[in-house]
C-alpha cells in the first residue's frame, strides 16, 4: 500500500491519544460541538462507538460518493523487526475469518467505482476506501472485519512480503526517504530501525514471523486505539447507527496508549547537533534542510515562527538570498512532532551552484534574519494579524472532496481529543509571550543540523565543490559524509550583525474586509453575459453572478490570445522559461496576497492567462489584479548569466529531463501533450534550452504582445 511521502510526516509522525474505559454502549460527545465553517453546508457529529472507536460521522446531501478512514494510534515504532507493521498492514487485506476471501472486498469496491488504500508511518496504520453512496456500509462491514479478526494465511505471507520489498525497491531512488534514515541514523543508532517505516524482504527474514505478526495484531489492534471518520449521504442518525453496525465490532482489548519518542535530534544530547552533512541526492538537483530541535512541554504549533522563516515578500530571507544567487525559487518551512514535548522546525530550499559551494553564507543570512526577527521577541501586532489570517481563511473554507473530509478529521483527531476542532478550527488561545519566546530561543547556532545534498557528489571521488563521501546510510545505502562546524564558525553565527534588508514582514494591506454577498441583479442568467465588447481593440469582457452558492468568492480571468500560434520543441521551452522568469517576481510582489487567500498568477501557454482567486471585496479584488499586472512587468531580462543559468536555465532543463520519473508519470504527460499540442519529445525541448537567451525571451514576449486580442471573464459574488 502507498505510505504518506510528506517528509517532516515520517520524520516525525504523531501519537494518536488514547481513550478512557470501555462503555457499555456508545455515546455522543457532550465536550461541544464540532466547530465548522460559515459555508460549510455539512453536518457532523462525534460520538465514541461502544468499543471505544473515536469517530465522527458528516452527512453531507451533495456527495454521490462515500469515504471512510480508520485509523491505529500504532506504527513503525512499535515494532521491533524493521517493517512489522506494515507487513500488518497488507496482511489485513487477505480475509478475515467472517470474509475468507479478501477479493470479495476489492471486487465489491471495484464494482461499485471505488478504490481503497492502507499506509504506514511511524505512529499510525491507516485503511481508507471511496465508493459510490450506496455500496459504502458493505465495504466497511468487510473492512472492520479485516481489521479487528484477520485470518493471516501463512500461504499469502510471500506475496505481502513481495509487495512490502516492492515498495522499498521504489523508494531506493526517494531523496525523501533517505534523508529520514540518514537523520536517525545520524541522530542515534540504535533509532535507526524505527525511521524505517517500509520494510523489505532482507529485514522481515525472520524464522517467527508468523508469531510475530499475529502479535502485533493481538496487542496492538485494539479498538480503544482506533479512530474512525465516515462521509456519506445519508442521516447523521443513521450514520451513526451503521458506524455502530459496523466498525463498533472491532474487538476493544483496552490496551494502554503506547508512548513512543520519535524525534531524532534530543536537545539534551549536544553530540548529535552543530553538524553539517554531506548527502548524494538520488534525483536531479541541489536542497539544503536546516533543522532546528525545539524541546518544549505543550509546546504551540510553530505558526508565528514558520510564518516568518516561510515569508517570501519584502525582507524575508528568501529574498535576501535568492537576489544574491545562492538559492532557487524552491523554499518551504515546515514543523514535525512526535509526542507533546518535542518538535523541531525545518527548513528547505532548492541550491543553486553557489549555494551548493558556499552555504555557510546561507547560514550567516539565516543567523542575521533571525536576530532581526526575533531578536526583540515576538512581535504582538504581527502574532495578532496571522491568527485574524488563520480565522479569516478558516471561516470561508472551500467545499472539500469526501476523502479530503475524512482524511483531514483523522489527521485533527490524533492532535486532540477537542472535538471543536476535528475540522482545524484556529485556536482560540491568547498571545503567550513567554512560550513564543522560548520557542524562539531555540533557533540558536548551537542547535541546529545542516544537510547538503546534490546529485553531483559522489562517494568515489570528489566533484565540483563536494567532497568525497566516505560513509553509507544503512537502509538505503545513501553516501555522506558528516562534519562539524568549528566553534570559531558557531561563535560568528551567535555574534551576527543585524542586516537593514532583513526584516519582519510589513503590514499586510490585502486582508478582506468586505464579505457582503450583493443582491442578484436583474440582468444575471443562467449563463455568462458580454458587458463589454470593443471589436476595435479586440477586447471583451464576460460576466456570470453567482446564484447558487451564495459565498463571498470570486474569479477573475484576462486570456490574452496572440494573432497566430507557434508549437515547437523551442516555443514549448520558451513559455517554460517565462514562467520561471514571471516566478521570480511572483513572490516578491503578490506573497502576501497570497497569505490572505487570494491566489493570483499568470499561465503562459498558446494563451496568457492572469488570474485572480479568492475573495469578493471589490476593492482588494481589484489591488491584487494590479499587481498581478505589475508583477508581469516586472520580468527582469538582465540578470547576471550566473543568476540566469542557476534560477532559469537549469531548472528548466531539470523539469524537462525525464530520468528520475516513473513509468506511469512519463506515460500520462505524454498522453497530456498529445492532447493539448503537436506531439513534443521532452528531450528535443531540453536540449534547446541552453541555445535560448535572456534576449529570446523577451523577443517572444514582444512578438506575442504585439497583435492581440483580450477576453476578460469576471464571476462569482460581483
Same mark, same amino acid.
Given at each position: 500500500?502507498?505510505?504518506?511521502?510528506?517528509l517532516?510526516?515520517?520524520?516525525?509522525?504523531? #501519537?494518536?491519544?488514547?481513550?478512557?474505559?470501555s462503555?457499555t454502549?456508545?455515546?455522543?460527545?457532550?465536550?461541544?460541538?464540532?466547530?465548522?465553517?460559515?459555508?460549510?453546508?455539512?453536518?457532523?457529529? =462525534?460520538?465514541?462507538?461502544?468499543n471505544?472507536?473515536?469517530?465522527v460521522?458528516?452527512?453531507d446531501?451533495?456527495?454521490?460518493?462515500?469515504?471512510?478512514?480508520?485509523n491505529?494510534?500504532?506504527?513503525?515504532?512499535?515494532?521491533?523487526?524493521?517493517?512489522?507493521?506494515?507487513l500488518?498492514?497488507?496482511?489485513? +487485506?487477505?480475509?478475515?475469518?467472517? $470474509?475468507? @476471501?479478501?477479493?470479495? !472486498?476489492?471486487?465489491? #469496491?471495484?464494482?461499485n467505482?471505488?478504490?481503497?488504500?492502507?499506509?504506514?508511518?511511524?505512529? $499510525?496504520?491507516?485503511?481508507?476506501?471511496?465508493?459510490?453512496?450506496?455500496?459504502?456500509?458493505?465495504? =466497511?462491514?468487510?473492512?472492520?472485519?479485516?481489521?479487528?479478526?484477520?485470518?493471516?494465511?501463512?500461504?499469502?505471507?510471500?506475496?505481502?512480503?513481495?509487495?512490502?520489498?516492492?515498495?522499498?525497491?521504489?523508494?531506493?531512488?526517494?531523496d525523501t526517504?533517505?534523508?529520514?534514515?540518514?537523520?536517525?541514523?545520524?541522530?542515534?543508532?540504535?533509532?535507526r530501525?524505527?525511521?524505517?517505516?517500509?520494510?523489505?524482504r532482507?529485514?522481515l527474514?525472520?524464522? @517467527?514471523? !508468523?508469531?510475530?505478526?499475529?502479535?502485533?495484531?493481538?496487542?496492538?489492534?485494539?479498538?480503544?486505539?482506533?479512530?474512525?471518520?465516515?462521509?456519506?449521504?445519508?442521516?447523521?442518525?443513521?450514520?451513526?447507527?451503521?458506524?455502530?453496525?459496523?466498525?463498533?465490532?472491532?474487538?476493544? /482489548? &483496552?490496551?494502554?496508549?503506547?508512548?513512543? %519518542?520519535?524525534?531524532?535530534?534530543?536537545?539534551?544530547?549536544?553530540?548529535? *547537533?552543530g553538524?553539517?552533512?554531506?548527502?548524494?541526492?538520488?534525483?536531479?538537483?541541489?536542497?539544503?534542510?536546516?533543522?532546528?530541535?525545539?524541546?518544549?512541554?505543550?509546546?504551540?504549533?510553530?505558526r508565528?515562527?514558520?510564518? #516568518?522563516?516561510?515569508?517570501?515578500?519584502?525582507?524575508?530571507?528568501?529574498? !535576501?538570498?535568492?537576489?544574491?544567487?545562492?538559492?532557487?525559487?524552491?523554499?518551504?518551512?515546515s514543523?514535525?512532532?512526535?509526542?507533546?514535548?518535542?518538535?523541531?522546525?525545518?527548513?528547505?530550499?532548492?541550491?543553486?551552484?553557489?549555494?551548493?559551494?558556499?552555504?555557510?553564507?546561507i547560514?550567516?543570512?539565516?543567523?542575521?534574519?533571525?536576530?532581526?526577527?526575533?531578536?526583540?521577541?515576538? &512581535?504582538?501586532q504581527?502574532? &495578532?494579524?496571522?491568527?485574524?489570517i488563520?480565522?479569516?481563511? +478558516?471561516?470561508?473554507q472551500?467545499?472539500?472532496?469526501?476523502?479530503?473530509?475524512?482524511?483531514?478529521?483523522?489527521?485533527n483527531?490524533?492532535?486532540?481529543?477537542?472535538t471543536?476542532?476535528?475540522?482545524?478550527?484556529?485556536s482560540?488561545?491568547?498571545?503567550d509571550?513567554? *512560550?513564543?519566546?522560548?520557542?524562539?530561543? +531555540?533557533?540558536?547556532?548551537?542547535?541546529? /543540523?545542516?544537510?547538503?545534498?546534490?546529485?553531483?557528489?559522489?562517494?568515489?571521488?570528489?566533484?565540483?565543490?563536494?567532497?568525497?563521501?566516505?560513509k553509507?546510510?544503512?537502509?538505503?545505502?545513501?553516501?555522506?559524509? @558528516?562534519?562539524?562546524?568549528?566553534?570559531?564558525?558557531? @561563535?560568528?553565527?551567535r555574534?551576527?550583525?543585524?542586516?537593514?534588508?532583513?526584516? *519582519?514582514?510589513p503590514?499586510?494591506n490585502?486582508?478582506?474586509?468586505?464579505?457582503d454577498?450583493?443582491?442578484?441583479?436583474?440582468?444575471?442568467?443562467?449563463?455568462?453575459?458580454?458587458?463589454?465588447?470593443r471589436?476595435?481593440?479586440?477586447?471583451?469582457?464576460?460576466?456570470?453572478?453567482?446564484?447558487?452558492?451564495?459565498?463571498p468568492?470570486?474569479?477573475?480571468?484576462?486570456?490574452?490570445?496572440?494573432?497566430?500560434?507557434?508549437?515547437?520543441?523551442?516555443?514549448?521551452?520558451?513559455?517554460s522559461?517565462?514562467?520561471?522568469?514571471?516566478?521570480?517576481?511572483?513572490?516578491?510582489? #503578490?506573497y502576501? =496576497?497570497?497569505?490572505v487567500?487570494?491566489?493570483?498568477?499568470?499561465?503562459?501557454?498558446?494563451?496568457?492567462?492572469?488570474?485572480?482567486?479568492? $475573495?469578493?471585496?471589490p476593492?482588494?479584488?481589484?489591488?491584487?489584479?494590479?499587481?498581478?499586472m505589475?508583477?508581469?512587468?516586472?520580468?527582469?531580462?538582465?540578470?547576471?548569466?550566473?543568476?540566469?543559468?542557476?534560477?532559469? %536555465?537549469?531548472?528548466t532543463? /531539470?523539469?524537462?529531463?525525464?530520468?528520475?520519473?516513473?513509468?506511469?508519470?512519463?506515460?500520462?504527460?505524454?498522453?497530456?501533450?498529445l492532447?493539448?499540442?503537436? +506531439?513534443?519529445?521532452?528531450?528535443?525541448?531540453?536540449?534547446?534550452?541552453?541555445?535560448?537567451?535572456? &534576449?529570446?525571451?523577451?523577443?517572444?514576449?514582444?512578438?506575442?504582445?504585439?497583435?492581440?486580442?483580450?477576453?476578460?471573464?469576471?464571476?462569482?459574488?460581483?
Amino acid at each position: 500500500m502507498m505510505m504518506r511521502s510528506c517528509l517532516f510526516t515520517l520524520l516525525f509522525g504523531c #501519537l494518536i491519544l488514547g481513550c478512557a474505559a470501555s462503555p457499555t454502549r456508545r455515546r455522543r460527545n457532550s465536550e461541544g460541538q464540532i466547530v465548522k465553517s460559515v459555508s460549510d453546508e455539512n453536518e457532523y457529529r =462525534a460520538i465514541t462507538l461502544s468499543n471505544e472507536i473515536r469517530c465522527v460521522v458528516v452527512s453531507d446531501t451533495s456527495t454521490e460518493i462515500a469515504a471512510v478512514q480508520i485509523n491505529l494510534g500504532v506504527g513503525s515504532l512499535a515494532e521491533d523487526t524493521p517493517g512489522l507493521a506494515h507487513l500488518v498492514e497488507h496482511l489485513i +487485506f487477505f480475509g478475515s475469518v467472517e $470474509y475468507p @476471501d479478501g477479493k470479495l !472486498y476489492t471486487d465489491h #469496491l471495484e464494482e461499485n467505482g471505488g478504490r481503497y488504500n492502507g499506509f504506514t508511518g511511524q505512529t $499510525y496504520t491507516g485503511y481508507t476506501f471511496y465508493v459510490n453512496n450506496r455500496s459504502w456500509s458493505k465495504a =466497511a462491514k468487510m473492512l472492520a472485519s479485516m481489521i479487528g479478526k484477520p485470518l493471516f494465511p501463512k500461504d499469502m505471507f510471500e506475496s505481502a512480503i513481495e509487495a512490502v520489498d516492492s515498495e522499498y525497491r521504489i523508494r531506493i531512488r526517494s531523496d525523501t526517504r533517505s534523508l529520514l534514515t540518514l537523520a536517525l541514523d545520524l541522530a542515534n543508532p540504535e533509532s535507526r530501525d524505527k525511521g524505517f517505516t517500509v520494510g523489505s524482504r532482507e529485514t522481515l527474514n525472520v524464522t @517467527d514471523i !508468523y508469531e510475530q505478526v499475529a502479535d502485533f495484531h493481538d496487542r496492538y489492534y485494539s479498538a480503544n486505539l482506533m479512530t474512525l471518520a465516515i462521509v456519506a449521504n445519508d442521516t447523521l442518525d443513521n450514520l451513526e447507527a451503521l458506524a455502530e453496525e459496523t466498525f463498533g465490532a472491532i474487538p476493544n /482489548n &483496552n490496551q494502554p496508549t503506547p508512548k513512543f %519518542l520519535a524525534v531524532p535530534f534530543p536537545t539534551e544530547d549536544k553530540r548529535f *547537533l552543530g553538524k553539517k552533512i554531506y548527502f548524494q541526492m538520488k534525483g536531479t538537483g541541489n536542497e539544503i534542510t536546516i533543522l532546528f530541535p525545539i524541546n518544549i512541554k505543550n509546546y504551540p504549533s510553530l505558526r508565528y515562527i514558520k510564518y #516568518l522563516m516561510g515569508h517570501k515578500g519584502v525582507g524575508s530571507i528568501y529574498q !535576501y538570498l535568492l537576489a544574491r544567487g545562492y538559492i532557487t525559487t524552491s523554499w518551504r518551512t515546515s514543523s514535525t512532532g512526535a509526542d507533546s514535548q518535542k518538535t523541531a522546525l525545518v527548513i528547505q530550499c532548492g541550491a543553486t551552484e553557489k549555494g551548493l559551494a558556499d552555504p555557510e553564507s546561507i547560514l550567516d543570512a539565516l543567523f542575521a534574519y533571525l536576530k532581526a526577527a526575533c531578536g526583540d521577541g515576538v &512581535n504582538v501586532q504581527l502574532w &495578532n494579524s496571522i491568527n485574524d489570517i488563520d480565522r479569516l481563511r +478558516f471561516r470561508f473554507q472551500d467545499k472539500q472532496y469526501p476523502t479530503s473530509i475524512a482524511y483531514y478529521i483523522i489527521e485533527n483527531m490524533a492532535e486532540t481529543t477537542d472535538t471543536r476542532k476535528y475540522l482545524g478550527a484556529p485556536s482560540e488561545r491568547s498571545l503567550d509571550v513567554k *512560550l513564543e519566546n522560548q520557542v524562539q530561543s +531555540f533557533l540558536q547556532p548551537d542547535n541546529f /543540523n545542516l544537510y547538503v545534498g546534490s546529485d553531483s557528489f559522489s562517494d568515489t571521488e570528489s566533484k565540483g565543490s563536494g567532497p568525497r563521501l566516505a560513509k553509507n546510510e544503512y537502509y538505503y545505502s545513501t553516501p555522506y559524509l @558528516d562534519t562539524n562546524f568549528t566553534e570559531e564558525q558557531l @561563535d560568528a553565527w551567535r555574534n551576527v550583525k543585524a542586516d537593514p534588508e532583513l526584516h *519582519l514582514p510589513p503590514p499586510n494591506n490585502l486582508v478582506a474586509k468586505n464579505f457582503d454577498i450583493f443582491e442578484v441583479e436583474k440582468d444575471a442568467g443562467e449563463f455568462p453575459l458580454e458587458i463589454v465588447s470593443r471589436n476595435e481593440d479586440n477586447i471583451s469582457v464576460w460576466w456570470f453572478q453567482d446564484q447558487e452558492w451564495k459565498k463571498p468568492k470570486t474569479l477573475v480571468e484576462c486570456g490574452i490570445y496572440p494573432s497566430s500560434v507557434t508549437r515547437s520543441a523551442k516555443a514549448s521551452a520558451l513559455r517554460s522559461m517565462l514562467t520561471r522568469m514571471f516566478s521570480l517576481v511572483k513572490d516578491l510582489i #503578490l506573497y502576501e =496576497a497570497k497569505e490572505v487567500s487570494f491566489y493570483p498568477g499568470v499561465k503562459f501557454g498558446y494563451s496568457w492567462v492572469v488570474y485572480v482567486n479568492g $475573495y469578493s471585496d471589490p476593492e482588494k479584488v481589484e489591488a491584487v489584479l494590479l499587481k498581478t499586472m505589475e508583477a508581469l512587468s516586472s520580468l527582469n531580462f538582465e540578470m547576471s548569466e550566473t543568476d540566469y543559468n542557476a534560477t532559469v %536555465l537549469k531548472p528548466t532543463e /531539470n523539469r524537462f529531463d525525464e530520468k528520475d520519473d516513473s513509468e506511469v508519470t512519463i506515460a500520462f504527460r505524454y498522453a497530456e501533450r498529445l492532447v493539448q499540442e503537436k +506531439f513534443l519529445d521532452p528531450a528535443d525541448v531540453k536540449n534547446i534550452v541552453s541555445e535560448i537567451t535572456q &534576449n529570446d525571451i523577451k523577443e517572444y514576449v514582444d512578438s506575442f504582445l504585439k497583435d492581440i486580442s483580450v477576453t476578460c471573464s469576471a464571476m462569482g459574488n460581483l
